[in-house]
């Protein structure tokens, strides 16, 4: 073993894994970007305050796994579990909700939660994420969900799934909460389980052992007691989700680990990953904004998983990120043209082309070693006999065909071999 390892459950990505790890964040920021919305870079560490407040101190997420440390001020500071709370404080401190509503923002990065790792299950996990934040429309929930399903869509997900459904307002959701409880009551729950539904009876609903589930057969549910006006703005999310090409499941027993959520509510799996099989979730939060200390604004978003969309994509086999690093690859023999290496790579990168060269003084084979590994479809090889005519030979890997090419004209001839299909 080596002195130094990374911290327990923090993945690393490394190369040629990583290429991977940045094409899916890209994939899934993409729909946001192409959407309007504008780019927030958040503190990783915030107020401890503020996600006792925002995420609700009763979540495991808040009570159990953040990363809480008293600065050198003696301030309660929290590396961020999330990132829905950190918008919402961000957009109160810098008057954003004044401008023109809703505020579209996406962003992407680290979280930090103290779970206990496995595979998929990470302390530090990365998310793409998105608010709409200063809107009820319901067309504004269906966009929020169709842009997350287009960035697995892009990555040519299939074996995935969208669970979808209502969790109430304020004013349905107490008087659900109540008959619920009065249903738990009759159910013969150890004592563990009766202290969770106290706190709250929802979360039972998403106990995964057997024995409670068989008692849960005619519990009732939320989408049974919405409000008119909840139950109006479902229908229409619903109906706009059909007009986006965007298909669901029903999932009226869908819990999620954040208490912030109303109204609308949704998680998306995948088939292949095993117990930690959620690869992106959200929904709307209507109280959220004012609760830390903004004022009393809706808002709508998601937080997909970089990382478990990454796995995703490994299980169903796409290659995602795959192709060579660099186009060209330059192998100098002799120290007259490691110099002319050095300035055609200069002018080959400023020019826009992907281009590496062999450091290191290697010989020939040890060279084109390198050249091989670098994936690049074009080599150039410079010997002393091309300096001294101002040429180079310039091998295409593909086919393993070779010409001389003068140097003047090498960009020229580089830019006009069309990448190989994968390599851009
Ligand atoms: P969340 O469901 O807690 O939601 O996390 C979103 C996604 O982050 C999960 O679906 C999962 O893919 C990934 N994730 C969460 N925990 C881990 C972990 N320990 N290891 C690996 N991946 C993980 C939120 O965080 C909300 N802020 C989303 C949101 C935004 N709701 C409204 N706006």
Not at 164 to 192: E, I, K, M, N, W
């Amino acid at each position: 073993m080596t002195e130094f390892q990374a911290p327990k459950g923090v993945p690393e990505y490394f190369p040629p894994r990583s290429a991977a790890f940045l094409a899916v964040r890209e994939a899934l920021a993409y729909p946001a970007e192409h959407a309007g919305y504008g780019y927030i870079e958040l503190p990783v560490f915030e107020d401890t305050a503020l996600f006792v407040r925002g995420v609700g101190e009763s979540t495991d997420v808040v009570s159990k796994e953040m990363y809480t440390f008293l600065d050198r001020g003696e301030r309660s500071l929290s590396l961020r579990p999330e990132g829905t709370a950190g918008v919402m404080r961000s957009i109160v401190e810098n008057r954003l909700d004044k401008g023109v509503l809703p505020v579209k923002l996406w962003y992407a990065g680290p979280f930090f939660r103290a779970e206990r790792p496995q595979h998929g299950r990470y302390r530090q996990l990365q998310q793409v994420g998105l608010e709409a934040v200063g809107g009820d429309d319901p067309a504004l929930d269906a966009e929020v969900i169709a842009l997350a399903d287009e960035g697995f869509k892009r990555l040519g997900l299939r074996q995935y799934r969208l669970d979808l459904t209502s969790l109430g307002c304020a004013q349905c959701r107490p008087a659900y909460r109540h008959v619920l409880t009065a249903f738990l009551d009759t159910c013969d729950l150890d004592d563990a389980t009766r202290q969770r539904a106290t706190v709250n009876p929802l979360r039972v609903l998403d106990d995964k052992r057997d024995e409670v589930q068989r008692q849960l057969g005619d519990a009732p549910l939320m989408v049974d007691h919405l409000c008119s006006s909840c139950q109006e703005h479902y229908d229409a999310v619903r109906g706009f989700l059909s007009d986006a090409g965007v298909e669901w499941v029903e999932a009226p027993r869908l819990v999620r680990g954040l208490d912030y959520y109303t109204r609308t509510t949704f998680e998306f799996t995948h088939e292949l990953l095993g117990a930690q099989s959620g690869i992106g979730g959200g929904g709307r939060y209507d109280g959220l904004m004012a609760s830390v200390g903004g004022s009393d604004l809706s808002g709508i978003g998601f937080g997909l998983g970089t990382d478990r969309t990454l796995l995703a994509c490994e299980a169903e086999g796409l290659d995602v990120g795959a192709g060579a690093r660099v186009d060209v690859f330059i192998v100098p023999i002799g120290e007259a043209p490691r110099h002319e290496a050095v300035r055609l790579l200069t002018r080959l990168r400023q020019a826009g082309v992907r281009a590496d060269m062999a450091y290191g003084g290697r010989g020939v084979k040890g060279s084109m070693k390198a050249a091989d590994r670098s994936g690049a479809p074009t080599v150039v090889i410079i010997g002393e006999d091309e300096v001294a005519s101002r040429t180079a030979q310039v091998k295409n890997m593909i086919d393993g065909t070779q010409v001389a090419v003068a140097l003047d004209s090498l960009l020229d001839e580089v830019q006009h071999r069309a990448p190989q299909e994968g390599t851009s």
